[in-house]
């Protein structure tokens, strides 16, 4: 989540997806929030969705809306998370907005309270800047140790993985939640101004049929991977 660019396309997504998903389970949102720089350059390209209403609005009618509103208030960056948790969107599911510490040392404090934090969510969202962790961990990544120590029986996860590069992302993502036993996972994949990934696991049946109706729902938009 970043304040500067809420409100944007891929917002809209994040959103419509995780209210999708939600219904009848208790959702958990875990927002990675880091110190960083905005690229000023990248705005336009992330709102111009929102003049587009013909083409974009009939996914999902209230998101839409509601974010336009948002965004057309120009809060301060800190108040966006309040306004799209004061919305009810995602029906009063509880925001985790504590910032990533940069040191390990305190990081692993961080990890510890968010897990005891999430304790009676049986869906928890984790949004990272850049994705999983690769051959480094930055506040702008979600730790594979913190992924495992989220895992329980009866609770699907649901994280957000940004287009490295890499000749084989979706195989990168499989090949590390396997490392640490997951071996249900599904790969949505958005191809919207930034191309992401969103991956979900240690689902059931009922979830994996909600991604299949969402993705037919959102046509070229979306593509799915089940690797």
Request: proline share 4%; aromatic share 10%.
């Amino acid at each position: 989540m970043q304040g500067q660019r809420f409100g944007g396309i891929g917002d809209l997504i994040k959103l419509a997806f995780l209210r999708h998903l939600m219904e009848g389970r208790r959702l958990a949102v875990c927002w990675y929030f880091s110190e960083q720089k905005e690229r000023r350059s990248l705005q336009e390209k992330h709102f111009s969705y929102l003049q587009r209403p013909d083409e974009f609005r009939h996914l999902a009618p209230e998101i839409f809306d509601t974010l336009k509103a948002i965004v057309d208030r120009r809060l301060p960056d800190s108040n966006y998370v309040a306004a799209l948790q004061a919305s009810g969107l995602l029906a009063g599911a509880p925001f985790h907005c504590e910032k990533v510490p940069k040191k390990l040392r305190l990081r692993r404090d961080w990890a510890t309270g968010l897990v005891d934090w999430v304790d009676d969510a049986n869906l928890i969202f984790l949004d990272p800047e850049n994705g999983i962790q690769g051959k480094r961990l930055t506040p702008k990544h979600v730790a594979l140790s913190e992924i495992a120590a989220l895992r329980s029986r009866d609770r699907a996860l649901i994280t957000v993985q940004r287009q490295s590069g890499r000749r084989l992302e979706a195989k990168f993502i499989a090949d590390q939640l396997k490392s640490i036993g997951c071996d249900r996972l599904e790969l949505v994949r958005f191809r919207l101004v930034a191309s992401r990934f969103y991956v979900v696991f240690d689902h059931d049946d009922v979830l994996s049929e909600r991604i299949s109706s969402f993705a037919r729902k959102w046509g070229d938009w979306v593509r799915t991977y089940h690797p």
